[in-house]
């Protein structure tokens, strides 16, 4: 396999990476952009991948497959690792056997995100070092060298992406795995792995010992890079947003760290006196700046932004350069994200907007129920917060219990919406929980949780049971309900009755995913508008669905080609002018 080269992106890379450096196990949730990671590994041989039911779980996992000697890659998007935050900060006192490499996939501009954190905050916080690849050559040889760096210095390590490192490709070389011959096995140390505030202390100092080793070993790293050029402009920069610097300034010498963390103090010092002008240039937050000017080392100061993504455009206009990039055409429409056709959750939302309920949101597909014509979601704060958000509201003002509804899809509810139902029932809440049960983690590309019934690998697995769930926590048997996601009638029949009891009510809307092939049963003929019926009044316009269109004449048409017949549109059609394929004529 030497000599071999790929167009891989940094996803695939990284996945790559571990498997070179002979990892064998790998654990996470899946979450844009750092999804197609596992996805990748789990591909390879003699590897172990488990999507886990949320980024603290899959954190777990990794620190006791670490602990028995077994390389291991443990990923997550910037949020997942405040899920995974509890674990993360005592795993640098207990250290590794095997070495545990960290994803944190960070996404500037929130093409997929809640917020744009900067999770380099994170490194700092818990002496972990931090490593950022520029490519996804680097990103396959720094997977690598994290693992190495977590060996020789007992310590977890960090592997920082951006979105544009995950999904852009390059060129790999790809190599032959490492052979490790080593036996698995945990060996007792409770001292080392127990912590009690007595060995913690202990811990604590070790830590600290072991980060100033690492200080002086990222000195002499090749992992930070110095490329002198020119004598009169110099560039301190990292990760991705070293490919911009290199396009706009290909005269300027550039200091390039791979370990943003701990940053190298000496060769930074070293860099600023070859050169008369210094510029220190990072995405987000102002980290590499701060630990610069705090090494008493002088630079320009620039103002670039603290949001969105560092480019080319965002360069030269900050530095009052040419600008050289095509604006982009302007009379081309933009296409607004919305449910797909044939989406389960567009009945309910119907319904929530029909009766202005108060909908406490939360992340995946169904959170595009905010947007017009649905406009049915109110509040959207992490991953199960909708379900105690909403018991915050009724706890304030009980009278708002009839209108106060949460919505939670299957694989978030078992991400981190079990707690909130518990605290519903211990509290005696009067709340009513819908899980969105559409069989799949859709929003990230289809991957499955414990609900879907598979596993990462495709093995038949666990199919959760929401509703023994819900009565085994304490709902009362009466309080849960099923309903089919596709008609309205019974979705708003069964929600009206649930919504009054003043009670904890679950309602498992349940309904496949359009897109998911495998146990999907609405592949059904596409609908279609009898135009002379038409009245022109555009009720079906308000579900939202793509496939529904205004014709030049006022009526409506329905696009045969992404219909899939799933009949919502029709049954809120006044004079039932839309039709089934198979009653027409």
Known sequence: ????????????????????????????????????????????????????????????????????????????????????????????YIGVKGGLVIVTADDPNMYSSQNEQDNRHYARATKIPMLEPSDSQEAKEFTKKAFEISEEFDVPVFLRETTRIAHSKSIVDIDDKKKLNREYIFERDPQKYVMIPGY?????????????????????????????????????????????????FPDASVLKLGMTFPVPEQLIKQFSEKVKK??????????????????????EMIELPTRGEIDVDVLRKNFHLMQLTLEPVSDLAPRPPALCPGCPHRALFTVLKKHKYIVNGDIGCYTLGVLPPLSAMDTCLDMGAGVNMA??????????????????????????????????????????????????????????????????????????????????????????????????????????????????????????????????????????????????????????????????????IIDSKTCNGCEVCMQVCPPKAIKKQEAEG
């Open 200 to 248: 913690a202390r202990k811990r604590h100092e070790i830590l600290e010992n072991n980060f100033m080793k690492l200080k002086k070993w990222a000195e002499d790293s090749d992992l930070n890079k110095e490329e002198m050029i020119s004598k009169d402009l110099g560039i301190i920069t990292s990760g991705i947003v070293y490919q911009y610097v290199k396009e706009v």
């Open 391 to 556: 018991q915050g509201m009724v706890t304030a003002n009980p009278d708002m219990a009839s209108k106060v509804v949460s919505v939670i899809g299957d694989s978030t509810f078992l991400h981190s919406g079990i707690t909130g139902l518990l605290n519903a029932v211990y509290n005696k809440k009067a709340t009513t929980i819908l899980i969105l049960d559409n069989r799949i983690t859709a929003m990230t590309g289809f991957q499955e949780n414990p609900s879907s019934g598979y596993t990462l690998d495709g093995t038949k697995s666990l199919e959760m049971d929401f509703k023994s769930l819900a009565l085994a926590l304490g709902v009362k048997k009466e309080n849960v309900r099923e309903t089919n996601g596709f008609d309205i009638k019974e979705v708003e029949s069964v929600l009206k009755e649930e919504s009054s009891k003043k009670a904890v009510s679950v309602i498992i809307n349940k309904g496949a995913c359009a897109l998911l092939k495998r146990e999907n049963t609405l592949h059904k003929k596409p609908l279609f508008v009898k135009k002379d019926e038409c009245i022109s009044c555009h009720l079906c316009l308000n579900v939202g669905c793509s496939s529904l269109i205004k014709d030049v004449d006022g009526k409506v």
């Open 278 to 299: 210094l510029y220190v240039i990072e995405e987000l937050d102002k980290i590499l700046t701060q630990e610069i000017l705090a090494m008493g080392i002088s630079f």
């Open 1 to 92: 396999m030497k000599n071999e080269k790929k167009m891989l992106s940094g996803n695939e890379a990284i996945a790559r990476g571990a498997y070179e450096a002979g990892a064998i196990c790998g654990f996470a949730y899946p979450g844009t952009p750092s999804t197609e990671i596992l996805e990748n590994f789990v591909t390879y041989p003699q590897v172990t991948a488990e999507w886990a039911p949320n980024e603290k779980v899959a954190l777990e996992l990794g620190v006791g497959s670490a602990l028995t000697g077994a390389r291991t890659l443990v990923t997550m998007k910037h949020v997942g690792l405040n899920v995974a935050a509890d674990p993360l900060f005592t795993s640098a």
